[in-house]
């Protein structure tokens, strides 16, 4: 049976540019800004860098495919990489591989980078895209915000709630959101809103309007890994590990078997189950401290919610509207700002709320620093609601 | 000596939108001068519709669900979307019809449906008769507002061996006799590749053309019938009242012949398939031993002369094909909307509409069945119904390989599970709806939704599914065809 690589993957660096509209920077120079943080926080120099995983999702966008945007963008010195592509959740895949190798013993230390330029397209929201020679024969040419409206319509009529009550506690997630990107110098977004801005703005997908979508941003966020050994070799005591680490993505049961209601994602409660059973949490709302979710849309963090098991089923609205995600409610919830003041630049976003849960572990979250948290949760949700892949990694504090 | 064939089904599809002729007035009045508020409202293909998908939801409509199926499928229209790519081999293959039908196409001239269904009751076997026309007409043209789009179908049983073989209990009506005269007289005409009709003096057209041509092609066919111009209870043909009783009186009928509803108030002329549109609507009110003369003009005429059959009294009973088409309808308000719909309007909806809809043809081909016949696949081992149809079962209690048998979802109903109404992405006519639709024998599809503005869907809503324009490929000037919801 395997034991999973709960405490065996410490993080000693990261490194997370600033989002927004990156009108003065290409990829290669959102890599380079990354970097240098991390490699800063580590202590160490470049060369020590075994292998190195980069995650871009439009690679025809921005990068380019393979290895080579990062190899020469940081000039690292001819060493492994490898790029990888797992829609929203490529951030958190890219620290998958570089956790992996070190906990594997196939290197010392890793590095995980996730990038994306989004504000080349000339348009605002994400790039258009094929689906592919098939499924562009017969699928909608959706949208993001469309695909996750989706959610809402079959959300409140399951559970009974009237669009204008629903929108209200969705409206509750963006101010939640943005109250706390306010505060975040490295967030794209940084005005506070209020929920009567939010129901009256513009409709982008019925029933999500402007306010109810995060942003279109670029960015790069990366991780320096290593083992807990050597990063006591390192000077280090108390170190952010590694407590879980998981994928779920779908198998087309959402998309063409009846048994899906619409009403939730199936892949987060199985990424969930596996990564609470990796990490040793019995209890997570009593034992996670903090949470990263993907909040691409305001519906989409509402029944996340559900999904990781922090709020019952048709619970989460009135749990959203009674506080409980708030900076000062029992789960803060996006407290770096989300996706929502972040923007969504696809490849770096795992990275980026990975980046935030390290920052509080650490205390070293400045305004937004919440009381001693030990426990955090990053959550992915790459793809819609219909086929997606969900990613959880959580991450706590370590005595090495 | 041969007996002719006989229409043993028939339906008709006339698009939703309406646009009444006071909107086009109201935005045309400025350069046409024309005053006063023009009555009645035509109807206009969606931006999703064309000749093809009229013509499908209307032989969908007349094709028989059970008995023998038809061998041939004969599409007549001056408007196919295609001049190369057999338009009815398209729509042989969405209504499902098999490798074996023979497909046959009509054209060039506005007598088109008439023709082929002439060819029709003259041929062996059982034919689907598809007529069908969504024509251009230039903003401001007398055209514009008295044009219709719209399709009849009719299935017709083949000619008998001999006159005293009993015609069947389906039998609707049975054609007694045919006419046929061509003259190269210039009405009107529309030369290759080119957007719209050049018509000539209406005066000119009824003196020398109307009131001279048809009683020769008339008289042809009442005498293959055996039977007297004065037994005709029924006179089908596009034109004026006017006109049409001037025909009548040339060619010998009764002064007071029921002349067949023109659909003028609330569709328009629809070109080759108006006749056969017409007379639909003249078999949801005749007797059974009534006589039907059917005729249509251009560049000559064609008369058929047809005998109401028993049968009549139970199709009736079921359905009024014309009159349910007709009754399911939504006026445009917007006169720049339809001119965009038709293409006549150049329309800026942003960088999102300048996607790359190439088609991957082999793909297209592999997958033929799934995205033509809207076919999908039933597992032989749990039975879950599932689109597309894949090598292995998507029923996550059961995930067998190879097991499932193709199944037709075209003509399932579904009820709306999700949507959202789409105001960021491209679409013809905003907002694009789309969602997850629950299939009645299980299964789920995430797909577009049609003929819906926004506020008009609710989740829990019942669907059924229609063939439809699914994309535009500007840049190397195709069409791709997709099943879409839309409510029942």
């Given at each position: 049976m395997a034991t999973g690589i709960r405490d065996k993957v410490a993080i000693i660096g990261m490194g997370c540019s600033q989002f927004g509209e990156r009108w003065d920077c290409g990829p290669d120079d959102l890599m380079v800004e990354a970097f240098g943080e991390a490699l800063k926080d580590a202590g160490i120099e470049r060369d020590r860098i075994d292998a190195a995983w980069l995650g871009v999702f439009f690679d025809e966008q921005n990068t380019g495919k393979s290895a080579l945007p990062?190899?020469?963008?940081?000039?690292?010195?001819?060493?492994?990489?490898?790029?990888?592509?797992?829609?929203?959740?490529?951030?958190?895949?890219?620290?998958?591989?570089?956790?992996?190798?070190?906990?594997?013993?196939?290197?010392?230390?890793?590095?995980?980078?996730?990038?994306?330029?989004?504000?080349?397209?000339?348009?605002s929201g994400l790039p258009e895209r094929t689906k592919g020679t098939f499924e562009d024969l017969y699928l909608?040419?959706?949208?993001?915000?469309?695909?996750?409206?989706?959610?809402?319509?079959?959300?409140?009529?399951?559970?009974?709630?009237?669009?204008?009550?629903?929108?209200?506690?969705?409206?509750?997630?963006?101010?939640?959101?943005?109250?706390?990107?306010?505060?975040?110098?490295?967030?794209?977004?940084?005005?506070?809103?209020?929920?009567?801005?939010?129901?009256?703005?513009?409709?982008?997908?019925?029933?999500?309007?402007?306010?109810?979508c995060c942003g279109v941003s670029d960015g790069a966020?990366?991780?320096?890994?290593?083992?807990?050994?050597?990063?006591?070799?390192?000077?280090?005591?108390?170190?952010?590990?590694?407590?879980?680490?998981?994928?779920?993505?779908?198998?087309?049961?959402?998309?063409?078997?009846?048994?899906?209601?619409?009403?939730?994602?199936?892949?987060?409660?199985?990424?969930?189950?596996?990564?609470?059973?990796?990490?040793?949490?019995?209890?997570?709302?009593?034992?996670?401290?903090?949470?990263?979710?993907?909040?691409?849309?305001?519906?989409?963090?509402?029944?996340?919610?559900?999904?990781?098991?922090?709020?019952?089923?048709?619970?989460?609205?009135?749990?959203?509207?009674?506080?409980?995600?708030?900076?000062?409610?029992?789960?803060?919830?996006?407290?770096?700002?989300g996706l929502k003041c972040f923007g969504h630049p696809i490849g770096a976003s795992g990275l980026r709320m990975t980046y935030e849960i390290y920052l509080q572990l650490l205390g070293r979250a400045g305004d937004?620093?919440?009381?001693?948290?030990?426990?955090?949760?990053?959550?992915?949700?790459?793809?819609?609601?219909?086929?997606?892949?969900?990613?959880?990694?959580?991450?706590?504090?370590?005595?090495? | 000596m041969t007996r002719l064939g006989c229409i043993v089904s028939a339906s008709a599809y006339v698009p939703r939108l309406r646009l009444p002729r006071e909107v086009i007035a109201n935005a045309m009045s400025w350069a046409t001068g024309g005053a006063g508020k023009p009555k009645g409202a035509r109807s206009i293909c969606n931006w999703d519709e064309d000749s093809l998908t009229m013509g499908v939801e209307a032989a969908r409509g007349a094709l028989p669900r059970s008995g023998a199926p038809v061998n041939a499928v004969a599409m007549a229209s001056t408007t196919l979307p295609f001049a190369d790519r057999s338009n009815a081999a398209l729509a042989a293959a969405c209504l499902d019809l098999g490798a074996d039908v023979e497909t046959q196409e009509f054209g060039g001239t506005l007598r088109a449906g008439t023709t082929a269904l002439a060819n029709a009751a003259r041929r062996e076997g059982r034919t689907l008769v598809v007529a069908t026309d969504s024509r251009a007409a230039m903003p401001g043209s007398a055209q514009e507002a008295a044009f219709g789009h719209?399709?009849?179908?009719?299935?017709?049983?083949?000619?008998?061996?001999?006159?005293?073989?009993?015609?069947?209990?389906?039998?609707?009506?049975?054609?007694?006799?045919?006419g046929h005269v061509a003259a190269n007289f210039v009405d009107h005409y529309r030369m290759a590749g080119s957007d719209f009709d050049y018509a000539l003096e209406e005066r000119w057209v009824r003196d020398a053309g109307l009131a001279a041509l048809?009683?020769?092609?008339?008289?042809?066919?009442?005498?293959?019938?055996?039977?007297?111009?004065?037994?005709?209870?029924?006179?089908?043909?596009?034109?004026?009242?006017?006109?049409?009783?001037?025909?009548?009186?040339?060619?010998?009928?009764?002064?007071?012949?029921?002349?067949?509803?023109?659909?003028?108030?609330?569709?328009?002329?629809?070109?080759?398939?108006?006749?056969?549109?017409?007379?639909?609507?003249?078999?949801?009110?005749?007797?059974?031993?009534?006589?039907?003369?059917?005729?249509?003009?251009?560049?000559?005429?064609?008369?058929?002369?047809?005998r109401v059959e028993p049968g009549v009294a139970a199709w009736r009973a079921q359905q009024r094909p014309l009159s349910m088409t007709l009754a399911r309808r939504q006026v445009e308000t917007q006169y720049t909307r339809y001119l965009s719909h038709a293409g006549l309007l150049q329309v800026d909806f942003g960088m999102r509409a300048e996607r790359d809809n190439r088609t991957a043809q082999s793909v297209a081909w592999r997958k033929h069945e799934m995205l033509d016949a809207f076919r999908g696949g039933k597992c032989r081992r749990c039975a879950a119904v599932q689109f597309p149809l894949s090598r292995v079962c998507v029923n996550p209690d059961c995930r067998e390989t190879d097991t499932q048998d193709s199944f037709r979802l075209a003509d399932s109903t579904g009820r709306v599970k999700t949507f959202t109404e789409d105001w960021q992405a491209y679409s013809r006519r905003p907002p694009y709806v789309y969602g997850n639709v629950s299939f009645a024998e299980g299964g789920n599809l995430f797909m577009e939704f049609t003929d819906l503005d926004a506020g008009e869907l609710a989740v829990g809503d019942?669907?059924?599914?229609?063939?439809?324009?699914?994309?535009?490929?500007?840049?190397?000037?195709?069409?791709?065809?997709?099943?879409?919801?839309?409510?029942?």
């Open positions: 990062m190899s020469m963008a940081l000039r690292l010195p001819n060493i492994p990489v490898t790029r990888v592509e797992n829609l929203c959740a490529t951030g958190t895949e890219a620290l998958r591989g570089a956790a992996y190798a070190v906990a594997a013993g196939a290197c010392d230390i890793a590095l995980a980078m996730g990038v994306e330029k989004l504000k080349d397209t000339g348009y909608p040419t959706s949208t993001a915000p469309g695909a996750f409206a989706q959610l809402a319509g079959a959300y409140a009529a399951k559970y009974g709630f009237s669009m204008d009550e629903l929108r209200r506690a969705m409206a509750h997630v963006s101010v939640k959101s943005h109250e706390n990107g306010a505060k975040n110098p490295k967030a794209h977004l940084r005005s506070r809103i209020t929920t009567e801005q939010v129901l009256g703005a513009p409709m982008i997908s019925y029933p999500l309007g402007v306010f109810d966020a990366c991780a320096i890994v290593t083992t807990p050994e050597i990063a006591r070799s390192l000077g280090r005591r108390d170190v952010v590990t590694i407590k879980a680490l998981q994928l779920a993505p779908s198998n087309g049961v959402e998309m063409s078997h009846g048994s899906w209601d619409g009403t939730h994602t199936l892949t987060t409660p199985l990424a969930a189950k596996r990564a609470y059973a990796e990490a040793g949490i019995r209890d997570p709302r009593a034992e996670i401290n903090l949470i990263e979710v993907h909040d691409c849309f305001s519906i989409t963090e509402l029944v996340v919610m559900e999904d990781l098991g922090l709020s019952d089923p048709g619970r989460a609205p009135h749990d959203i509207l009674d506080g409980r995600y708030d900076a000062d409610g029992a789960i803060p919830c996006q407290i770096d700002g937004r620093q919440l009381r001693s948290p030990t426990i955090g949760l990053a959550h992915n949700l790459g793809g819609i609601p219909n086929r997606n892949v969900a990613s959880i990694n959580v991450l706590g504090l370590h005595k090495v | 719209g399709a009849a179908a009719l299935v017709i049983d083949g000619a008998a061996s001999s006159r005293e073989l009993p015609v069947p209990d389906a039998a609707l009506a049975s054609v007694l006799g045919t048809p009683a020769r092609a008339i008289g042809q066919a009442l005498i293959q019938a055996g039977v007297a111009a004065r037994d005709v209870r029924h006179f089908v043909m596009p034109g004026s009242a006017a006109n049409l009783k001037r025909i009548a009186k040339s060619a010998g009928l009764d002064p007071d012949v029921q002349l067949a509803d023109p659909l003028q108030a609330d569709c328009g002329d629809t070109g080759s398939a108006h006749a056969l549109l017409m007379l639909v609507g003249a078999l949801e009110r005749a007797l059974p031993g009534e006589l039907i003369l059917l005729a249509s003009f251009g560049q000559g005429v064609d008369a058929l002369l047809l019942s669907l059924r599914f229609v063939l439809r324009i699914k994309d535009q490929d500007a840049l190397r000037g195709f069409r791709r065809y997709f099943w879409k919801a839309a409510r029942a």
